[in-house]
């Protein structure tokens, strides 16, 4: 198309005598006025932070982390929305905004080709060579080993329970460890440390947001758990009856969902 209309000045300009120059100059309007050079965005590296049933302890997660850096770097890391994640994996919006490197939560969101780690992984120092080698990149190995450290004595399970929930992390521990116990007793599964640990902060966060009336209410298929696993129901609501007793709060059948998704 751009050829042709070259070709029509050309013929035009000399039917009509115009001068060499003339001719070019217009033929120069035409192409400078054909393309359009468009700056591609570079898209910032990120971590993402998530809890599955609160924004609020999803928040304190991404401060935690940001907190054990020993300089600001040049990567984001930051709280986000689980069941968006969960719902629409990558073609969340997100995607479009930052390059997402790792998640961090209290529940794998299962989003492909992202990794993931959990806060049992980090409390219990398990493998962890991907999140060294992502923060690697912007620190030294002197800060790298400063991070870790931090991470160490930030990430301790009675820390976190201190950091994410209003509790008194004594009292609530010794519940939780007890409605723990009862949980793998009652549901004949002994749970591995990892999620064990995992399931601990998931309680503690739990019955904070209980007391603060924040439960969840509702879940996509409900009615179909309710009818599917009664037994399990009723064995997770004798188990929290400890909690029941102490902070007068009551689990809802959305949360015992979320809770047997450790066993």
């Given amino acids: 198309m751009l050829s042709f209309i070259i070709y029509t000045i050309l013929f035009c300009g000399y039917k009509q005598g115009k001068k060499a120059k003339e001719i070019v100059q ?29 924004f609020g302890a999803a928040k304190k997660i991404s401060e935690m982390l940001l907190r054990s850096l020993p300089k600001s770097i040049d990567l984001q890391i930051f709280p986000y929305d689980y069941k968006s994640l969960k719902n629409y994996g990558k073609q969340d919006a997100i995607f479009s905004e930052y390059n997402i490197q790792l998640i961090v939560g209290t529940l794998d969101p299962q ?75 009652k549901l004949n599964k002994k749970l591995d440390i990892a999620n064990k640990v995992g399931l601990s902060i998931h309680i503690s966060c739990l019955i904070e947001r209980l007391l603060l009336k924040q439960g969840i209410e509702n879940v996509d298929g409900i009615e179909l758990f309710r009818r599917e696993n009664k037994e399990a129901i009723e064995k997770v609501r004798e188990a929290f009856s400890v909690a029941n007793y102490q902070y007068s709060v009551e689990i809802t059948d959305p949360e015992i969902k979320y809770i047997l998704n450790y066993f």
């Fill in 26 to 54: 217009e033929i120069q309007k035409v192409i400078y006025s054909s393309y359009k050079f468009i700056e591609g965005k570079r898209k910032q590296d990120a971590i993402l932070t998530l809890c599955a049933t609160g």
């Fill in 111 to 185: 989003v492909e080709g992202i990794p993931y780690m959990g806060m049992e992984t980090i409390i219990t120092n398990g493998e962890m060579d991907y999140l060294h080698q992502l923060i690697g990149k912007y620190l030294t190995p002197q800060e790298l080993r400063t991070f870790n450290e931090n991470i160490m004595k930030n990430f301790t399970l009675s820390n976190i329970v201190n950091q994410l929930t209003i509790l008194n992390p004594e009292k609530v521990m010794n519940i939780v460890e007890e409605i723990v116990g009862d949980l793998e007793e």
